[in-house]
Structures are given as C-alpha cells and as structure tokens.
C-alpha cells in the first residue's frame, strides 16, 4: 500500500510542477492586465502539437532538444502577434477587460477547430523525453517524470529570476502593482502587456509539451488545462504568483489521489469542491488580497 502511495505522490508531485509552470502564466497574465485570457488550454496544445510536428511529422534530429529549440521562440512570437493584433486594440475600450475574454473565448474555438483540420480529431501521441526507469527497489521512478520534474521546476526558477532581475521583469512588476503609477515613471505599458502575454504563451506551451508525452494532444484536449489553471490561479489568489506554486502542487497532489482512491472522472468535481470551500473561507484565496 505504501509503494502504491509512493507511486501516487511522484505522479501528483510531477503533475503539480508542471501545472504549476502553466498556472504562473495565466496569474502573470491577469496579475498585470486584470483580463482572463480564455485561449490559454489552446495554447497548450499548441505546444504539444509543434512538438508533434517537429518529432513525428517532421522527424528533426536533436529530439526534445530541438524541440524546444525551435518551438519556445515560435510559441513566444504567437503569443506576442496575437497581443497586437487581438487583444491590444481592444484597450482603448472601457469595458475591454470582458472584451478580452469573449475574443479569447472566440479565439480558442477558433484553434482548437484549426486543430481538428490540420491533424484530425484523433489524438496524438509523442515519445518519452527519455527512456528508462529508476529502480529503488519496490519504488520504481520513470526517468521522464524526473526529467519533466526538473524541466518545470527550472521553468519556473528561470521565470522567477526574469521577474526579480531583468528590466522587463521590473516593469512587469510594477504594471502589475500600480499601473498608473507605471504609466507616470514612464514605463510602456503597451509592450509590458505584450511581454507578459508572450512569456505565458512560452510557459503554458512548454506544458503542452511536457504533458503530452504522458497524457496525447488532442484538439479540445487545452480545456481541461484551462479549468486547472483557473482553478489553481483562483485558488491560490488570483494575481498572485506565489500562491498560485502553492496551488498548484496543492491540487496536483489531490488530483493523483482522488484519481487512485475514486478514478479519474471524480478529480474536477474534487478540483471546484476545494475550490468552493476555500472560497467561501477565505475568498482572496490563499495568498491573495482584498482590494
């Protein structure tokens, strides 16, 4: 029973990072812009299928290192074009924060139809970031869990150090706690809403490709992340990147657990029950703030 826990606890732990990685984008996200980005699972699978693509399709050499190579910065760019051409014109609106999610909310639907077009309703699977398993004896560890672990807890160090760090870091910060006081100082406004859209475009596709290898890519696959990463957003306290870590391995943990003890079609029903009763609780989340 105990390896069998072990065995559920590694799962949840390596869930939990991954979530994690893509739910810091979507707090970044709305930390800043206050605007709920409903395209944010069909980002991730578009990760999973670039990964495809590249792997499958075109069969580049390197493996997962070209793939991150050549879809990071392709991801990236996406996420940067579609902030100005989708959702930046929409600024200059009063209300353009429920106009941000109804053309997010179109865009999905959008690309997850693409999806359904371009490689069919079947879904895709990708090969293991790296073979082989790790035998301790009666608890056997699959080194791609390690790998993914790693990859997604260094994505979120190297996201961390961008924040605290970097010019566009700083101006992100300060956009995110005072806007007007931003626009004062002379900060662009325009570009740190476009970065900030940008980076959570790289880190919920990096999930794409992460979570592929273990769950496929299919074309309406992203709405299952997107509810997850509302939740833990929501849960952790929406705006707040801490929180939102602590969410996430929170859930992924609760996740993995009520999928061994009851199966998998009761986690979202254990996920939004978590989710009410700390709401009703304490309704700035965890790590939250009034106001």
């Known amino acids: 029973m105990l390896i069998e826990y072990a065995d559920v ?7 939990g990072s991954v979530y994690a990685l893509m739910a810091v984008g ?28 590249l792997l499958a399709g075109i069969g580049i050499w390197g493996g997962y290192i070209s793939v991150f190579i050549i879809a990071l910065p392709l991801l990236m760019a996406f996420g940067y074009v579609t902030e100005k051409l989708i959702v930046a014109p929409l600024r200059s609106r009063s209300d353009w924060e429920i106009k941000v999610m109804m053309i997010t909310l179109g865009l999905a639907l959008f690309m997850d139809n693409f999806y359904q077009v371009a490689f069919g ?22 080194y791609q869990d390690i790998v993914i672990l790693v990859l997604s807890v260094s994505g979120i160090l190297a996201f961390r150090w ?21 626009r004062i100082v002379g900060i662009p406004k325009d570009r ?7 980076i959570s475009t790289v880190m919920v596709g990096a ?12 074309p309406t ?29 929170i859930l992924g943990m609760l ?37």
Not at 207 to 218: E, R
């Open 26 to 53: 979507l707090t970044l996200v709305y930390g800043v812009s206050k605007a709920f980005n409903f395209a944010y699972g069909s980002f991730y699978s578009l990760g999973g299928y670039l990964a495809w693509v």
């Open 207 to 218: 999930g794409g490709v992460l979570l592929a290898q273990k769950y496929f890519v299919s």
């Open 9 to 15: 606890f590694i799962s949840g732990l390596t869930n």
């Open 121 to 142: 309703s079947r879904m895709k699977s990708l090969p293991p970031i790296v073979d082989g398993v790790w035998d301790l004896g009666d608890i056997v560890i699959s």
């Open 192 to 198: 740190v809403f476009a970065a900030t859209f940008a």
């Open 255 to 291: 996740e993995a657990f009520v999928g061994y003890w009851f199966g998998m079609t009761w986690v979202l029903f254990a996920l939004f029950a978590v989710l009410l009763a700390t709401l009703a609780v304490r309704p700035q989340g965890l790590m939250g703030k009034w106001g």
């Open 162 to 182: 961008i924040l605290n760090n970097t010019r566009i870091g700083m101006a992100v910060r300060a956009v995110a706690q005072n806007p007007e006081g931003a």
């Open 221 to 249: 696959g992203g709405w299952d992340i997107l509810v997850k990463s509302w939740v833990i957003t929501a849960f952790g306290g929406m705006g707040s990147i801490q929180g939102g870590l602590y969410a996430a391995f």
